[in-house]
């Protein structure tokens, strides 16, 4: 009867904890199930000697360490993660893109940065790319309907920053073109955003993430080549970014 209630209760508390994102009564409510587990199988080990004379004792409390240390170690990495941070869902940050990049003046989301602080409490940060000539007072407004749309649809309080873009201009959107041609050769080249040229002082910006394993130095120095090639008149420079989220 003991190990049946010692089940039951782990089973509840760890999904309680799962359904309210605690990892303390989760972390609870796996130790009740394993208890629950390591002494059935004790049990069973004894009926099987009695009967059988077949001692299981050591292999059964083989197996069982395994799975225990397995599953110590998984909620470690749980509680280290919600402590230290962990890279946001990939499914849950195409939506927020999405659904950021759904209003009307929004070029882009980019730079999703989520944190966890408890159960329901989530923060984070994104940026979107809009056009150069909007006020100061367009901008409130479309940052002020974007968190509130995000915080009632995920319950996540975000942070909006600005990328500005002006390539509605001829000459910078050919040199946009150009240059989405150019990275669009390097597979290393993951995403590229906050593109701006600055036209009085022929300054043109923009972000470049690439992969980890690839030689970032290396490439940036290709692209740049090829862009002072191309456009002798303009000082180009890349900002590293990091892919934080997908």
């Known amino acids: 009867m003991a190990v049946i209630v010692k089940f039951v209760l782990g089973r509840y508390v760890k999904g ?4 309210i994102n605690s990892q303390a009564l989760v972390a609870s409510g796996s130790d009740a199930f394993f208890d629950s587990i390591l002494s059935l199988s004790t049990l069973v080990a004894a009926i099987i000697s009695l009967i059988w004379h077949i001692s299981l004792e050591g292999i059964l409390g083989l197996i069982i360490s395994f799975v225990i240390i397995k ?7 749980e509680t280290v993660n919600s402590m230290i941070g962990a890279r946001v869902d990939s499914e849950l940050s195409h939506k927020i ?3 950021v990049e759904s209003f009307d003046g929004v070029h882009g989301a980019y730079d999703l940065d989520l ?4 159960p329901e409490n989530t923060m984070g940060s994104v940026h979107i790319e809009i056009d150069d000539n909007l006020t100061a007072r367009d901008i409130h407004s479309l940052s002020f309907r974007i968190r509130q749309a995000i915080y009632q649809e995920f319950g996540i309080v975000l942070t909006i920053g600005v990328y500005a873009t002006n390539d509605s201009d001829e000459e910078y959107s050919d040199i946009r073109s150009y240059l989405e041609g150019l990275l669009s ?15 009085d002082k022929k300054i043109v910006s923009f972000d470049l993430i690439v992969d ?5 130095d290396e490439i940036k120095e290709q692209i740049l080549t090829k862009l002072n090639d191309k456009y002798p008149e303009y000082q180009f420079i890349i900002v590293d970014d990091y892919d934080v989220s997908d």
Do not use: P, T, W
Not at 16 to 19: D, P
Not at 115 to 118: A, I, R, V
């Open 16 to 19: 309680v904890g799962e359904s």
């Open 71 to 77: 599953a110590s170690i998984e909620m470690l990495q």
């Open 97 to 99: 893109k999405d659904k």
């Open 115 to 118: 944190h966890n602080y408890g």
């Open 185 to 199: 050769q390097y597979d290393e080249v993951l995403q590229m955003h906050g593109f701006y040229v600055y036209g």
């Open 212 to 216: 980890f394993n690839a030689n970032r």
